[in-house]
């Protein structure tokens, strides 16, 4: 029930492409999904995050999808860059207890 | 500058040693936590400490201990190293139950 499962483990896209990262939930009582952006040889930095309220959030080429019935929630990457490429995780977490993480996406961006 | 800070940087050590890791955070943060980061990018938490005082302290063997001297630092000790502990190491801040982490840049332990 604790569990956030992410797919896929590694994707490559073309420069200018979408990168497409899906993540699902067990726990209905997760009420904060954020993502975590890591580069390499740096610690993961939030990149952008929702509430099971609203169904979308963007911010820039940055989008979460969020389907509370299906309890899953995808980040979507317009326009990709090569400057995008790192790993990836989702989240998700109540306020009493610790973040859950996925186990992450490699994305690659192919210039 | 740096928001969360960890040293060191990297670290190599033998079997059987024991090492500390030190972090400390100038966010003004009341949350600490350890986390491990393996070779498949999958990140573990170890600890969380609120105000000094320990609240999540996940399986991890008695060999790692945390120590909190106030809320700004919170270290990481670890005995008797084994193989298995190489791992990347990240400490992370956030206020109170906020649920924004901000991590350091990590700490590599590579024990031989």
């Known amino acids: 029930q604790q569990q956030v499962k992410q797919s896929p483990q590694s994707l490559i896209v073309q420069k200018g492409g979408i990168s497409i990262i899906n993540c699902a939930y067990e726990?209905?009582?997760?009420?904060?999904f954020p993502w975590y952006q890591q580069f390499p040889g740096k610690g993961p930095a939030l990149l952008i995050a929702?509430?099971?309220?609203?169904s979308e959030k963007k911010e820039g080429r940055f989008t979460i999808s969020f389907n509370k019935s299906a309890k899953q929630f995808s980040l979507h990457i317009m326009d990709s860059q090569p400057g995008d490429s790192a790993t990836y995780f989702c989240a998700a977490t109540n306020r009493d207890d610790k973040i859950i993480f996925g186990k992450g996406t490699r994305l690659h961006i192919l210039p | 500058d740096t928001a969360v800070s960890q040293t060191p940087k990297y670290l190599v050590t033998q079997m059987g040693n024991d090492k500390s890791i030190k972090c400390e955070q100038n966010?003004?943060?009341?949350?600490m936590y350890w986390y491990k980061q393996d070779s498949k990018k999958f990140l573990k938490i170890m600890f969380s400490y609120n105000n000094k005082e320990l609240i999540i302290n996940e399986t991890v063997p008695n060999r790692f201990s945390p120590k909190s001297p106030d809320k700004a630092h919170l270290n990481l000790h670890i005995n008797s190293l084994e193989l298995g502990d190489s791992a990347v190491y990240f400490c992370?801040?956030?206020?109170?139950?906020?649920?924004?982490?901000?991590f350091g840049s990590g700490t590599r332990l590579t024990v031989v």
């Open positions: 992370a801040s956030s206020q109170g139950r906020q649920i924004d982490y901000t």
């Open positions: 726990n209905t009582a997760f009420d904060y």
């Open positions: 966010l003004g943060h009341d949350t």
């Open positions: 929702i509430r099971p309220d609203v």
